[in-house]
């Protein structure tokens, strides 16, 4: 890559973005392009494998994963909209097939280039401000992969707090998991099911009218139970504020324009 080339990304957009939330894939590559990449979207990436590799499924997670080298590995960056599958890239790939000499190398290298995208945007891309506005107070919830795996903590806040007309109120519990975790949530609902209520209880007492954060499994869960206990407080992704899209209902919401981008 030259100096006066534009970095080429490759958006590993995620399962659930892919299915469920669409809109958070256009803000990305908005997000990504406005910061100056030439971004591509390979049609063919599939999941992670983070639930085999969680679930101990070790020989399908590597074959997951080597189909997913395979997509991006000519990328200048992998960037995810999710710090759990850009940590499983990052951190699990390596583990995955540190013992495949074949694929052991190509792993590490996939593995140095790939971002969660508050990162990358902060971190690499040196983005400062969006030029988006959003009218509400906000809170902010830090997904565990995120957070322990990849450092991401002052990243989004730091991108949020330059969102002409937003405010945000910090929980006393951000750092704290919602219950989700993937394989977890089904496992064990019933221990779920109070962390998410703590979590909830939280998020309530900060006062916000939103609640924000970078991982969609995360948002999911909350936004559900928030709806099931009749709380109005919407879940956004928080690149869909960054990138001023939210004319797209909030999550949980009929999804009238969720293929829009708008």
Sequence with gaps: MSETSKPNV????TCLVDL???????????????????VSVPQNQTCCG???????????AA??????????EGFDYVVAPSGSCAGMIKDHYPEALADDPAWSARADALAVKTFELMSFLTDVMKVTATGAAFEGTVTYHDSCSGLRELGIKNQPRALLSAVEGLSIAEGNETETCCGFGGLFCV???DISEKMVDAKVDDI???????VLAGDLGCLMNIAGRLQRRGIPIKARHASEVLAGMTAAPAIGEPPDNEMSGE
């Design 187 to 189: 496992k064990y609902p």
């Design 50 to 60: 983070q639930p085999a590799y969680n679930s101990g499924d070790k020989a399908d």
């Design 63 to 72: 074959d997951i994963a080597k189909s997913v080298i395979t997509t991006f």
């Design 10 to 13: 490759g958006l590993f957009a």
């Design 204 to 210: 309530v007492s900060t006062g916000a009218d939103t």
């Design 20 to 38: 469920m939330r669409p809109v958070v894939g256009f803000a990305a590559v908005k997000l990504l392009e406005d910061a100056g990449c030439s």
